[in-house]
Structure formats: C-alpha cells, structure tokens
C-alpha cells in the first residue's frame, strides 16, 4: 500500500540534544511537508520541499533543519535551538491536480517529542 | 494574515443525529477549502475538498458547504455513528497553495 511512514513514533530528547525524526513515502509525490501540532492549536509549518535537493522555511522554522536528498525522503532535525520542542510532529505529502491546485495532503501516523 | 476558526468545544450528539461542524475565516477568500479527520495519536485524513466556486459537495453521508460571503463552511455528517467519533479540522489554502489549518473540532456520538 502507498503511504507516508513516520518513525519513531515516540521520540524523548534530552536538552541540548539534536534528534532526527525520519519520514518516508512511496506515493511518487513531489511536494513533502513538516507540520507541527499542539494542543488546541492548528498545525504549523516548518518546512517544505516541492523537488528533490530543494526545500523552503514554513512559519516556524527556527531550531529545525531538514534535506531533501531523495524523492521518497524528507527527515527532519529538531536541534537544541529550539527551545520548545515537545509536540506532535507530522510529516505529509501532496501532489498537484491538473489545474494546478493541491489535492488533499496524505500525512504520515505522526512522532511525539518529548524533552526530558 | 488568514485566521480560521473552529469550535473548540466538542460536540456531542446522539446516534443516528445529523453532526454539524462549523469553519469560519477572515480576511481573503481561499481558493479552496479541505476537511480532515483526525483520531487521537493519528495523523489527519483527507475526507473533502470544495472549491470557491463550489457552493454544496457530497460524499455518502458526508456534505460540506462553502458560503463566500459568510466566509464559511459547514460539515454535515448524516446518520452518525459512534464511528464518527473524531476530531476534524478545516484547511484553508489559497491561491499559492498554501494552507491554513483550523485547531479542530471534537466530535462525540453516543450510542
């Protein structure tokens, strides 16, 4: 089946420790995205990429990092730079209808960072 | 910049009851606009779009509707079921493709 793999699913960082969480998928889609969800807040985006070896900064992407070396794979780094970093994180693609615009996002089952 | 609205008061609703959740929005029109749904621990699952021009879309018990001028949409699921028990948000993208996603609405159906 095609889909979106987010691992791990729960992540515990220490301070001042970099993590990366790992974000898969097979649909053959160009456009990938990192979002991050809190509580009683809509999902924001970090960063994305719209073609391999090219990704642009979403609305927060400071103390985050990402590449974009193949097709199939959009990793995201969380550093120590980031000071508030427990979340839910969720990793999604999309691919453009023929008019243009984005048909729906598929995401991924989503990791949850916690800092210990 | 763009503000979505939803109701971040779960909604509780009887078996067999027609569930009307509610996405309002400011300032420009979106080009379209998307519901999702999302279970606890899960990631969102596209359920519909609706484009401006669109004013009603349907799929089996699911409808959403698409008011410019009220600058909003509602969604309706019909005959619900417990199944239906989820938290469901709103996006709305513009014309540069890019989204802006409502906090989510709860939703409780008893048996």
């Known amino acids: 089946d095609g889909g979106i793999t987010q691992s791990p699913k729960y992540l515990f960082r220490k301070e001042g420790q970099n993590v990366t969480l790992s974000c898969e998928q097979n649909l053959n889609h160009d456009a990938m995205y990192w979002y991050r969800q809190d509580p009683g807040q809509g999902l924001r985006l970090i960063y994305y990429?719209?073609?391999?070896?090219?990704?642009q900064k979403g609305d927060i992407a400071e103390g985050y990092s990402v590449s974009r070396e193949k097709k199939e794979s959009f990793p995201l780094t969380v550093t120590s730079a980031q000071k508030n970093p427990t979340a839910f994180y969720l990793c999604?693609?999309?691919?453009?209808?023929?008019?243009?615009?984005?048909?729906?996002?598929?995401f991924g089952s989503g990791t949850r960072l916690t800092v210990v | 910049s763009q503000k979505i609205e939803q109701n971040s008061e779960a909604l509780n609703i009887q078996e067999g009851k027609t569930a009307t959740l509610t996405c309002n929005y400011t300032?420009?029109?979106?080009?379209?606009l998307q519901w999702y749904r999302q279970d606890p621990g899960r990631g969102p699952v596209f359920l519909l779009l609706?484009?401006?021009?669109?004013k009603e879309k349907r799929k089996e018990r699911l409808k959403v509707t698409f008011d410019t001028t009220l600058k909003q949409s509602l969604f309706h699921i019909t005959a619900s079921q417990p199944a239906d028990s989820a938290t469901y948000l709103c996006?709305?993208?513009?014309?540069?493709?890019?989204?802006?996603f409502g906090s989510g609405t709860k939703l409780n159906v008893k048996p």
């Open positions: 999604a693609s999309s691919v453009e209808d023929e008019a243009g615009g984005l048909n729906g996002y598929t």
């Open positions: 300032n420009y029109s979106p080009a379209y």
């Open positions: 609706i484009r401006e021009n669109e």
């Open positions: 996006a709305l993208v513009n014309n540069f493709n890019k989204f802006y």
């Open positions: 990429s719209q073609i391999v070896n090219d990704f």
